[in-house]
């Protein structure tokens, strides 16, 4: 199941050898509608026989450099197509929306990214579909499943405790019930690391605007599938109009070719980073699915190649001990994201849950006051280690 994204894959998979001008990179085509020769023309488009057929009439149906940016993605997925969206978000509720309507009923992973299991909880229950949310076990979807669901949502690894979850037997637990799909949220791992798809999985999303960009500097999503799926969500995105500008896709396209560069590095920096917080004093805990206290290991072990370039961790002293490491620190940048090339850090009881109460974080989403989500960059891991050692000298002073 476990297959190695080579640098070769992320330069040159499903990319054209020929590109327009002749330019080396994916040219970006700046265009809101496209051109026809004459009245036939448009004809042969709408029957399906004009070569542009499949693609571009309006900028909101389609854009060539898009379009080349969802090729590479399918291809190193290793899914039959994917459809690029202006952000994780908008690809992530259109692919939902897509496949449900009233009167279905969804099952979400309960570790899972805030975001989708608002969405799911709140946003979908308007429109008619109920939701249930289940711990971080596959067998316990099959107890939640009814007559009426249609999709079963998960995350992995998850965030912010990198968590794990059993592909294989997500996909049995959806296998032989009719109309039922499974969808992962594959962000954390990367095509590098896992590709869902291979163990079975319906659709694949990713927030590009994390690792496949890499640099923190454009939004963007994707959904991965079979054409069928796939063409659910893009006929839904024209409608919807959440589209992916073509100066984003250039740049996730231009990310994508050091995707594999970067996460190998990002891999081996995150490992010796939580090697090293692992054994720190100041440290509760830490959660890393590379090492072997982390409760999914084995399981991480079998389905990836690599662990990823996130580590959370629980400083002593809760919400001061946590806030003065991550003001103490020197190299990361304190900002809610993670997978560029830059090291970013942050405290989720302050930058994301912050208006919960402490009872409710914890209870509620389990995140504890002395969190801190540590996403390296590409910077070398003595450097970010001798810094960390610092500011966690600091914090318990």
Known sequence: MKRNITSTDAVHAGDPKKHAFDAVPQPAVFTSTYTFEDSAEIVAHTE????????????????????????????????????????????????????TKRGDHVVLFSECYRMTREFVEHTLGKFGVTSS?????????????????KLVIGEMPTNPHLRCVDLERL??????????????DATFATPVNCRPASFGVDLVVHSATKYLAGHHDVLGGVVCGTRALVSLARDLRGVLGNVCDPHAAFLIGRGLKTLALRVEKQNATALAVAQFLEKHAAIERVFYPGLPSHPD???ARAQMSGFGGVVSFVVRGGMDGARRVVDRVAIPRIAPSF??????????????????????RRDKVGIDDGLVRFAVGIEEPDDLIADLAQALGESQR
């Open 297 to 299: 290991h084995a399981l």
């Open 339 to 360: 997978g560029g090339v830059d090291a970013l850090i942050e405290q989720p009881a302050v930058m994301s849950f912050y208006e919960m109460t402490p009872e409710e």
């Open 171 to 184: 996909v049995a637990s959806c296998k032989g019930r009719r109309g039922l799909k499974s969808m992962v």
């Open 48 to 99: 399906g026989t004009h070569p542009r057929a499949d693609r571009e009439e309006y900028g909101r149906y389609g854009n060539p450099t898009c379009r080349a940016v969802e090729e590479r993605i399918a291809a190193l997925e290793g899914t039959e197509d994917a459809v690029l969206f202006s952000s994780g978000m908008a690809a992530v509720t259109t692919a939902i929306f897509a496949l």
């Open 133 to 149: 949310l289940v711990p971080m076990d596959a067998n316990a979807v099959t107890g939640a499943l009814t007559n009426e669901t």
